[in-house]
């Protein structure tokens, strides 16, 4: 399972964040959030293949937490989208969703894509279609999690930055909710076939045009979320 140090990691982080009013906190509250819940459907056996979400799970933190790490240490060294996300979050005229949404898309578009295939490549080839179709299957429930995640991020982390998103809320109903459910899954649709793409690649240099191709995607979505 999840090392406990990851959520204590996560936790000591925003703590130190919000001691310095760096809204980086706003996604990694988000990120803390939607792993608690992603350990409950672990323990409550919603998976086929529990183990293998697990690593998935803690692979997918270990690229977050070496992207904060090479940001502040040299923010080139970060992956671009990170970049971008993190800078953000110093800027005044961006609204705390923006700020948000700019964590996610680098975490889903750019991180999520190289941790699907560094998990899958060792066992892809020999996988059956009904093997690869459970894999799948698992990596869409998530998408389940991720809607029961949207609404208490929306109460607790977003509305008390963001006090009209609390009146939009109650004339919208749950509407916006489903509108960045639907956002996240789409995402996520695409992602899996960026990393079916890498994995059937013919050889390191398709993969790397292909990763390229991830990157430039997720800036441009990037690039779209500041412009709203």
């Given at each position: 399972?999840?090392?406990?140090?990851?959520?204590?990691?996560?936790?000591?982080?925003?703590?130190?964040?919000?001691?310095?009013?760096?809204?980086?906190?706003?996604?990694?509250?988000?990120?803390?959030?939607?792993?608690?819940?992603?350990?409950?459907?672990?323990?409550?056996?919603?998976?086929?293949?529990?183990?293998?979400?697990?690593?998935?799970?803690?692979?997918?933190?270990?690229?977050?937490?070496?992207?904060?790490?090479?940001?502040e240490r040299?923010?080139?060294?970060?992956?671009?989208?990170?970049?971008?996300?993190?800078?953000?979050?110093?800027?005044?005229?961006?609204?705390?969703?923006?700020?948000?949404?700019?964590?996610?898309?680098?975490?889903?578009?750019?991180?999520?894509?190289?941790?699907?295939?560094?998990?899958?490549?060792?066992?892809?080839?020999?996988?059956?279609?009904?093997?690869?179709?459970?894999?799948?299957?698992?990596?869409?429930?998530?998408?389940?999690?991720?809607?029961?995640?949207?609404?208490?991020?929306?109460?607790?982390?977003?509305?008390?930055?963001?006090?009209?998103?609390?009146?939009?809320d109650r004339?919208?109903?749950?509407?916006?909710?489903?509108?960045?459910?639907?956002?996240?899954?789409?995402?996520?649709?695409?992602?899996?076939?960026?990393?079916?793409?890498?994995?059937?690649?013919?050889?390191?240099?398709?993969?790397?045009?292909?990763?390229q191709q991830?990157?430039?995607?997720?800036?441009?979505?990037?690039?779209?979320?500041?412009?709203?």
């Open positions: 399972m999840l090392e406990p140090s990851t959520l204590a990691r996560m936790t000591a982080l925003i703590a130190t964040w919000d001691a310095h009013a760096d809204q980086r906190a706003i996604f990694l509250r988000c990120y803390r959030m939607m792993t608690n819940n992603m350990l409950a459907a672990l323990a409550g056996g919603e998976f086929s293949d529990g183990a293998w979400v697990d690593r998935l799970l803690r692979r997918f933190a270990d690229y977050y937490f070496r992207a904060v790490a090479d940001y040299d923010r080139a060294a970060a992956p671009r989208a990170w970049q971008v996300a993190h800078d953000a979050a110093s800027q005044q005229g961006l609204w705390a969703l923006q700020k948000l949404l700019l964590g996610v898309n680098a975490h889903i578009n750019y991180d999520l894509v190289l941790t699907l295939v560094e998990l899958l490549q060792a066992e892809w080839a020999d996988l059956t279609e009904v093997q690869r179709a459970a894999r799948y299957a698992d990596y869409c429930h998530v998408n389940d999690i991720i809607a029961r995640t949207i609404d208490a991020v929306q109460d607790q982390i977003l509305e008390p930055a963001m006090p009209l998103l609390a009146v939009l004339l919208l109903g749950r509407m916006d909710e489903r509108l960045i459910s639907r956002l996240l899954t789409g995402w996520r649709d695409e992602v899996w076939r960026e990393a079916v793409l890498v994995l059937q690649a013919r050889d390191a240099d398709a993969r790397a045009r292909i990763i991830v990157e430039a995607r997720a800036l441009r979505e990037g690039r779209l979320i500041e412009m709203v």
